[in-house]
């Protein structure tokens, strides 16, 4: 029924000194390389319709990441067949591996600005891998099987259960003691084999942060998920005569962290070693002997998948929802609004401490009395339209306190950050902000994305959700089930969330959550709404899959939407390379000047 092919890459980038992405801290440069990173490719396919699925040693994948692949691809490898709709480039979220790989300002502040040899390098990889495991198909078949973690075992934990407990569904609220049945903890894997019965390679989703290894640490490195992957390649490879290929793909992690131990010297919680790599193989080996025993079960009772491919993808502009009165609880006229992040966020998790409690008390004095001052203003105006922008801009977002909006760059209430009072000299990330908007860079392009690629994949009975956001918990279980409703009547019988796929625009927490405004509430770019926003799309876009092809019209039968020749036209909103090389020297050369 099915052709397979898979391939590893190398993907390693080291130049000492170079940003590391994840945890948004301008000292969280190389100094060396711990372990490599590696690119996984997947190459499913029938006679009508193939599809890959990729999985790589990095913090999240980009739109401007995914272009490029897409684009020579097509321009060196088009009888390969391979277009936007039919790759899906997903990340297992190092915090420990180089950024800069994105024209998106937001996540570049601490690189600082794009690194071209960064994008390049990863670009390479991934399409050397695709095209490797193209190759390499051959007849095969696919088992699907899942396991549960012991309650016991030290793998992941809730760092934001008061959060968790907000959400109507947990009943019984978890102490947070017992942190750690505040998660799932249910690993879902897909086992491939050939025809000769040998094993090609797995791909496994468990929800855990790859954040073993802290920000006090200073080398490349793939932790838990990438020594996991590592010791079960190993594995397989002393089963028989030739290896497999496996992945340790992301599901709910947004709220899920593998430190549980509280570092009284460094104030945040670490794993189960004060060494942090070796906490990472740790939690690795665990993952490891979890991946093992669904692996060996599917062979023997897991579900055969059977049926077509089929793919789907669009973009939506998150920013701008109306959302359907069934989402929440009957209130009308309510939306999704410019993608802000929020004083909470910068104030940092367990796995990471930010600005202090006492600092983000100030700052948040100081928004609300600027929020204050503009509804104030908004009101008063003669201009209907301005009061309507205004008063659903805060609607949307409240109750979060917002530091930036990165649609209109405005930060901290300054129209023109580039004269924010606070000195570069403060903070180097205060500095690169200033710079960038001097010289114009933070004009050209949103600093985070808001035009987004949703995707669904279909291998017969299973559908692969990708999302360009890290999900809760609880909000992973309402958006699979919003989508399984759908697809049940495609005889589609397990929905797997597949995060940090084609792009990466913060976070996707439940209403409840949000409303907290902890860290994970602060970095919910669209608003409270943002949830729903994303149920009501990818419902949309499972209904396509419902449909024939040549029917499916609801969505605009356009490039942007099912192919890729003008990829670059969807994406104009976002900018491109060519654009910012100006703006880019300019700004690199000021800081280096000022230095």
Known sequence: MYTIGVAKVEMTFFKKGSGMLGYGMHFHKIEGVETPQYVRAFVLATKAKKLVFVNADFCFSTTYLKARVVRQLALNYASLGYNNANIMITAQHTHSAAGGYTQHLAYNFTMPGFQEAVYIKYSEAIIEAIVKADKAQKPGHIKHHSGQFDKDAE?????????????PEIGVRVPLKKRHLAADRTMKLLRFDDNDGQTLGSINWFGVHTTSVSNRYRKVCYDNK???????????????????????????????????????????????????????????????????????????????????????????????????????????????AQPTWGMSFLEGTTDGQGATKMMG???????????????????????????????????????????????????????????LVVPGFIDPTIKFIK?????????????????????????????????????????????????????????????????????????????????????????????????????????????????????????????????????????????????????EKKLLDGINEEE
């Open 361 to 419: 008390n100030a700052v948040r004095m100081v928004l609300g009395t600027i929020r204050s001052v503009e509804v104030l203003a908004a009101r008063m105006s003669k201009d209907p339209q301005r009061q309507r922008q205004v008063m659903d801009y805060y609607n949307a977002h409240h109750p979060k306190s917002i530091i930036i909006n990165h649609e209109t760059g405005v930060t901290a209430g300054a129209a023109h950050p580039e004269k």
């Open 435 to 583: 710079f960038a908007n001097k010289v114009g860079y933070g004009k050209k392009t949103p600093w985070v994305p808001k035009r987004l690629p949703l995707q669904i994949f279909i291998i017969g009975q299973l559908a692969i959700v990708g999302i360009p956001a890290e999900i809760t918990t609880v909000a992973a279980a309402r958006l699979r089930k919003t989508v399984a409703k759908v697809l049940e009547e495609r005889g589609v019988s397990e929905v797997i969330i597949s995060p940090y796929a084609n792009s990466y625009a913060g976070y996707i927490t439940t209403y409840e959550e949000y409303r907290l405004q902890l860290y994970e509430g602060g970095h919910t770019l669209f608003g409270k709404w943002t949830l729903a926003a994303y149920q009501m799309k990818f419902k949309q876009l499972a209904e396509e899959l419902l449909k024939n092809e040549k029917d499916r019209s609801s969505l605009p039968q356009n490039p942007t939407l099912f192919g890729m020749e003008d990829i670059w036209t969807g994406m104009q909103d976002l900018g491109m390379l060519a654009a910012l090389e100006d703006a």
């Open 226 to 336: 990438g020594y996991a992957a590592d010791f079960f390649e190993q594995y397989i490879a002393g089963l028989q005569s030739k290896g497999g290929v496996t992945a340790f793909a992301q599901d709910a992690t947004g709220d899920i962290s593998p430190n549980f131990i509280w570092d009284r010297k460094n104030r945040e919680y670490r794993g189960k070693f004060e060494d942090d790599y070796e906490s990472a193989a740790y939690n690795g080996q665990l993952q490891f002997e979890k991946a093992k025993d669904i692996y060996h079960s599917a062979a023997k009772i897991g579900k055969k998948i059977e049926g077509n491919i089929d793919y789907v993808l669009m973009y939506a502009d998150m920013s701008d929802i109306s959302i359907d009165s069934s989402y929440t609880g009957g209130l009308k006229h309510e939306t999704t």
């Open 155 to 167: 793998v992941c934990f809730n760092r934001s259960v008061r959060a968790y407990n907000k959400n």
